[in-house]
């Protein structure tokens, strides 16, 4: 019993062989450092810059929204973080779900892949309704009129739409369609549009500057019933706040910080492209780091802009900027930021319909879905069938469903692989070897005509599978937690690093949980949750520090995390916490989602995947020098069985 157990927990933590020396990607390598840039731009960049900046400043920050921005930004930078390193490491599709299976295993990157496929539908049907609805907001309601009048859906339950959002559906089929042709085709209208959005925020931007005033940046209890003449403390308390720069105080600002946090979700989109990035290694981590920071400005701007044209508390949470151009008598300008917020939903649009398919396609190739849907038209270089099947199953939901109600669930699947991302990044940099073999490097440098970069081909570590004979096996003791023998990775700091990483995740998770569920008593100093915080916390700490003891790789990497082990854990906590915020309603969804997936990995999954149909080759054909596991000189079935 014990034996089969312990072979079942070695199945779902396998982890994927990373093979460098097959064919070259059967992708198309034609996007620049420009491309992704613009890619990540434009999916992170969406219309919410035309909305949510009015909203968040109306009713949770007033004109400390840059500052929500600013925390929000430094967040979900230090999940670009992460994956700016994993896209210098590995050069293959598959985003956070290829760097879960080749670091904790397969039963997480298939939670993380089937969770990404729901974020990135959910998103695409979201966004094709929310571009239908803007563009029938512009000619006066007609098309929703017409639709209503003659194609009501009028069921109980709140699960169908008032109506079948025809324009959204066409939208969807007409992007899928462009994405089938090419990826070529599929860059250039994006950096098209992803330009008209950024010329129509930069025009906000100047004209807050021009007409703004920054006596709106230090209103008064006066200004505010001057204005309305509201007198009553408790509506006051609820629209003005204290007045100033921060009328809502310190927890507006982070409450508005997490609303904001959701704003720069996109970039990940960046990490897909590895297959058809010019030079990937150098490229994403650059394109990474590049859209958020042109991301933090615009948001920056455009709120700054705002608050400053017009007084927060008489902000429109609907169409702010429109308004706040009539405010200051620029009434036409509302065309123009009606032209940019079309062209931000379109590049939204096609941000997360992008990496949809290429997820899927990975997943396919892996065998943990259907294999069909790894089909890869060889004109176009495109997966074809996962492009169509996703790009049907989301605009059938555009066309039917009311998403209001689903839209938290895309929060699940992106804070959970930003977290698993981050855990990854901490568990590789402490293992000994490398993760791709000189030959990958090699080739990758041919592909940009000889142009020599620094690459994880050579982990310039003393300990590799030459000299693993001549080292004798070391035995756990207390002391090497602390006290590590070498100041190279070793497969024992390796083990004890995977180990710590398993139990600060759970520890992090503990931690958030209690915050999130007893803030209120926390913030009265109600003893025993204080207590429970502080211990959690210090058992935290001390993980952390057992992990900081421990010796990094030095292996050459053309972009990596700085400040181990402390960012990628304070990413986790930031994600987890997030995920935490959401509603019992979400998490039931979830649970129900999660229990399709489970179904297929399952009934089809575990045991068609590529690493099981490898499994049994491996026990009788001895490795060779081109196929390489997870840790060139590691051995895997020591740190086999832990995962955080």
């Given at each position: 019993?014990?034996?089969?157990?312990?072979?079942?927990?070695?199945?779902?933590?396998?982890?994927?062989?990373?093979?460098?020396?097959?064919?070259?990607?059967?992708?198309?390598?034609?996007?620049?450092?420009?491309?992704?840039?613009?890619?990540?731009?434009?999916?992170?960049?969406?219309?919410?810059?035309?909305?949510?900046?009015?909203?968040?400043?109306?009713?949770?920050?007033?004109?400390?929204?840059?500052?929500?921005?600013?925390?929000?930004?430094?967040?979900?930078?230090?999940?670009?973080?992460?994956?700016?390193?994993?896209?210098?490491?590995?050069?293959?599709t598959g985003s956070a779900?290829?760097?879960?299976?080749?670091?904790?295993?397969?039963?997480?990157?298939?939670?993380?892949?089937?969770?990404?496929?729901?974020?990135?539908?959910?998103?695409?049907?979201?966004?094709?309704?929310?571009?239908?609805?803007?563009?029938?907001?512009?000619?006066?309601?007609?098309?929703?009129?017409?639709?209503?009048?003659?194609?009501?859906?009028?069921?109980?339950?709140?699960?169908?739409?008032?109506?079948?959002?025809?324009?959204?559906?066409?939208?969807?089929?007409?992007?899928?369609?462009?994405?089938?042709?090419?990826?070529?085709?599929?860059?250039?209208?994006?950096?098209?549009?992803?330009?008209?959005?950024?010329?129509?925020?930069?025009?906000?931007?100047?004209?807050?500057?021009?007409?703004?005033?920054?006596?709106?940046?230090?209103?008064?209890?006066?200004?505010?019933?001057?204005?309305?003449?509201?007198?009553?403390?408790?509506?006051?308390?609820?629209?003005?706040?204290?007045?100033?720069?921060?009328?809502?105080?310190?927890?507006?600002?982070?409450?508005?910080?997490?609303?904001?946090?959701?704003?720069?979700?996109?970039?990940?989109?960046?990490?897909?492209?590895?297959?058809?990035?010019?030079?990937?290694?150098?490229?994403?981590?650059?394109?990474?780091?590049?859209?958020?920071?042109?991301?933090?400005?615009?948001?920056?701007?455009?709120?700054?802009?705002?608050?400053?044209?017009?007084?927060y508390y008489k902000l429109?949470?609907?169409?702010?900027?429109?308004?706040?151009?009539?405010?200051?008598?620029?009434?036409?300008?509302?065309?123009?930021?009606?032209?940019?917020?079309?062209?931000?939903?379109?590049?939204?649009?096609?941000?997360?319909?992008?990496?949809?398919?290429?997820?899927?396609?990975?997943?396919?190739?892996?065998?943990?879905?259907?294999?069909?849907?790894?089909?890869?038209?060889?004109?176009?270089?495109?997966?074809?069938?996962?492009?169509?099947?996703?790009?049907?199953?989301?605009?059938?939901?555009?066309?039917?469903?009311?998403?209001?109600?689903?839209?938290?669930?895309?929060?699940?699947?992106?804070?959970?692989?930003?977290?698993?991302?981050?855990?990854?990044?901490?568990?590789?940099?402490?293992?000994?070897?490398?993760?791709?073999?000189?030959?990958?490097?090699?080739?990758?440098?041919?592909?940009?005509?000889?142009?020599?970069?620094?690459?994880?081909?050579?982990?310039?570590?003393?300990?590799?599978?030459?000299?693993?004979?001549?080292?004798?096996?070391?035995?756990?003791?207390a002391k090497l937690l602390?006290?590590?023998?070498?100041?190279?990775?070793?497969?024992?700091?390796?083990?004890?690093?995977?180990?710590?990483?398993?139990?600060?995740?759970?520890?992090?998770?503990?931690?958030?949980?209690?915050?999130?569920?007893?803030?209120?008593?926390?913030?009265?100093?109600?003893?025993?949750?204080?207590?429970?915080?502080?211990?959690?916390?210090?058992?935290?700490?001390?993980?952390?520090?057992?992990?900081?003891?421990?010796?990094?790789?030095?292996?050459?990497?053309?972009?990596?995390?700085?400040?181990?082990?402390?960012?990628?854990?304070?990413?986790?906590?930031?994600?987890?916490?997030?995920?935490?915020?959401?509603?019992?309603?979400?998490?039931?969804?979830?649970?129900?989602?999660?229990?399709?997936?489970?179904?297929?990995?399952?009934?089809?999954?575990?045991?068609?995947?590529?690493?099981?149909?490898?499994?049994?080759?491996?026990?009788?054909?001895?490795?060779?020098?081109?196929?390489?596991?997870?840790?060139?000189?590691?051995?895997?079935?020591?740190?086999?069985?832990?995962?955080?």
């Amino acid at each position: 019993m014990v034996d089969k157990m312990a072979s079942v927990g070695r199945m779902l933590l396998r982890r994927r062989v990373l093979d460098c020396s097959g064919e070259e990607t059967r992708f198309a390598r034609c996007l620049s450092t420009l491309d992704l840039v613009a890619l990540g731009v434009g999916s992170t960049l969406g219309a919410g810059v035309y909305v949510l900046a009015g909203e968040v400043a109306r009713e949770k920050a007033g004109p400390a929204i840059v500052l929500c921005f600013l925390v929000a930004a430094l967040s979900s930078m230090l999940a670009g973080l992460c994956y700016a390193e994993f896209g210098a490491r590995v050069p293959k599709t598959g985003s956070a779900y290829l760097y879960s299976y080749v670091t904790v295993g397969e039963i997480w990157a298939f939670i993380t892949g089937w969770n990404l496929i729901l974020s990135y539908v959910i998103g695409t049907a979201s966004v094709a309704r929310a571009w239908s609805s803007t563009f029938d907001n512009l000619i006066e309601q007609k098309i929703s009129s017409f639709f209503k009048s003659f194609m009501a859906m009028k069921v109980p339950g709140n699960v169908l739409a008032e109506y079948p959002d025809l324009f959204a559906l066409v939208l969807i089929l007409l992007l899928t369609g462009l994405l089938a042709f090419g990826v070529s085709e599929s860059a250039l209208v994006n950096k098209i549009f992803t330009g008209i959005n950024l010329v129509v925020l930069g025009f906000v931007i100047m004209s807050g500057f021009v007409k703004g005033n920054t006596a709106n940046w230090n209103l008064t209890l006066d200004n505010f019933i001057n204005d309305t003449n509201i007198t009553s403390p408790e509506k006051v308390e609820n629209s003005f706040g204290s007045g100033g720069f921060a009328p809502f105080g310190f927890s507006g600002i982070l409450s508005g910080a997490a609303t904001c946090f959701y704003a720069f979700v996109g970039f990940d989109c960046i990490a897909t492209t590895s297959e058809e990035a010019k030079n990937p290694m150098r490229s994403i981590p650059v394109g990474i780091v590049a859209s958020l920071l042109i991301c933090f400005f615009a948001y920056f701007g455009v709120s700054a802009a705002l608050t400053l044209m017009m007084p927060y508390y008489k902000l429109n949470t609907q169409s702010p900027l429109p308004e706040a151009f009539s405010y200051v008598g620029w009434a036409p300008a509302r065309y123009i930021v009606a032209a940019g917020s079309l062209c931000a939903l379109s590049t939204s649009l096609l941000g997360s319909m992008f990496p949809m398919p290429r997820v899927i396609y990975a997943m396919a190739e892996d065998g943990l879905l259907f294999r069909a849907l790894s089909s890869m038209n060889k004109r176009t270089r495109t997966p074809l069938l996962a492009t169509v099947v996703s790009g049907f199953v989301a605009a059938l939901m555009a066309f039917l469903f009311d998403l209001a109600a689903l839209v938290d669930l895309m929060s699940i699947g992106t804070l959970l692989a930003y977290s698993l991302v981050a855990v990854c990044v901490l568990i590789l940099r402490y293992q000994p070897g490398t993760l791709n073999s000189s030959s990958q490097s090699e080739k990758l440098v041919e592909l940009v005509g000889g142009e020599k970069v620094a690459v994880s081909g050579d982990s310039g570590d003393e300990y590799s599978p030459d000299s693993e004979d001549h080292i004798p096996r070391e035995k756990f003791s207390a002391k090497l937690l602390l006290v590590p023998s070498r100041d190279v990775p070793t497969k024992m700091s390796g083990t004890i690093v995977y180990a710590t990483t398993a139990i600060i995740s759970v520890l992090i998770t503990l931690l958030c949980v209690v915050l999130a569920v007893n803030l209120d008593e926390l913030m009265v100093g109600h003893p025993i949750w204080v207590t429970v915080c502080i211990v959690l916390a210090l058992l935290c700490f001390f993980c952390v520090i057992i992990i900081w003891r421990q010796p990094e790789s030095k292996e050459a990497l053309t972009f990596k995390v700085p400040l181990l082990p402390w960012l990628p854990l304070f990413s986790v906590f930031v994600n987890i916490y997030l995920m935490m915020q959401l509603d019992l309603a979400t998490w039931c969804r979830f649970a129900v989602w999660m229990g399709i997936g489970f179904l297929i990995y399952f009934l089809y999954g575990i045991w068609n995947s590529t690493e099981a149909l490898n499994s049994n080759l491996r026990k009788y054909v001895p490795s060779t020098k081109n196929k390489s596991p997870i840790y060139l000189g590691g051995d895997e079935s020591e740190v086999e069985g832990i995962s955080p």
